[in-house]
């Protein structure tokens, strides 16, 4: 097992444009969260699914931005519309999940995806 | 006010110092307290965690959490450069979903 996969590492696009990150979980982790962090912060949390289900949402997901678990595996997030303000580290972690062992809720994050927009 | 508040640094020490960094939060629902490295231009990785109040230790680090103080602290024993790095506190309820951060302390180990 490799780890939180995030992909791709870097992403420079111009104001205006759609763009889509990558995620895919340890395998058998059945919750995947999206990040978002920038420069001299923490990560701030976006949403979170367990399985294919989105359950939480975040203020910060405006309605430029759209995730989607299908099959409960890999994971999308998707940035329509990009502004300058749209510029940052998003982190994607997963855990195993609720119930069983406490050490099985911990997240474990990606390298994340750099996202620039001119 | 942020529910988790951190000093962002920087924080400098010389090689083989005792390093002692912490967090202060406001929402007495938090049950677990995250570590995280993350050096430039990388993911967060989970140094340690703890459930509720007490101390756990790993090697040259050591996490304190003391609810009643709602204070959380991470040693770090025989610093080494290769720590230096930001450290990230982080939190969540006891539904574990959702993590809450700090701003990330920026630790510099000089040689």
């Known amino acids: 097992d490799t780890g939180v996969s995030q992909n791709p590492r870097h992403k420079i696009t111009k104001r205006g444009q759609n763009v889509t990150f990558r995620c895919d979980p340890i395998?058998?982790?059945?919750?995947l969260y999206w990040y978002r962090q920038t420069l001299g912060q923490g990560p701030e949390f976006l949403t979170y699914?367990?399985?294919?289900?989105?359950?939480?949402k975040s203020r910060l997901l405006s309605d430029r931005f759209s995730a989607e678990r299908p099959k409960g595996s890999f994971s999308t997030l998707e940035i329509q519309r990009t502004e300058q303000g749209d510029s940052a580290m998003y982190l994607c972690?997963?855990?195993f999940g609720a119930g069983g062992a406490r050490d099985k809720n911990i997240q474990y994050f990606g390298a994340g995806t750099r996202l620039s927009v001119l | 006010q942020k529910e988790v508040e951190q000093d962002p640094g920087p924080l400098s020490v010389p090689e083989g110092a005792i390093v002692s960094l912490n967090c202060t939060y406001s929402?007495?629902?938090?049950?677990?307290f995250m570590w995280y490295r993350q050096y430039s231009r990388k993911g967060p990785e989970l140094l340690m965690y703890?459930?509720?109040?007490g101390n756990k230790e790993d090697g040259r680090f050591t996490a304190q959490v003391d609810k009643s103080s709602k204070y959380i602290s991470l040693f770090i024993r025989d610093s080494q450069p290769s720590d230096s790095a930001t450290y990230l506190c982080?939190?969540?309820?006891?539904?574990?979903?959702?993590?809450?951060f700090g701003t990330g302390t920026r630790l510099l180990v000089s040689p």
């Open positions: 395998s058998e982790h059945n919750r």
């Open positions: 982080a939190m969540s309820g006891g539904g574990f979903q959702k993590l809450v």
């Open positions: 703890t459930y509720s109040s």
């Open positions: 699914f367990q399985n294919e289900a989105q359950l939480e």
């Open positions: 929402n007495s629902a938090f049950q677990y």
């Open positions: 972690a997963s855990s």
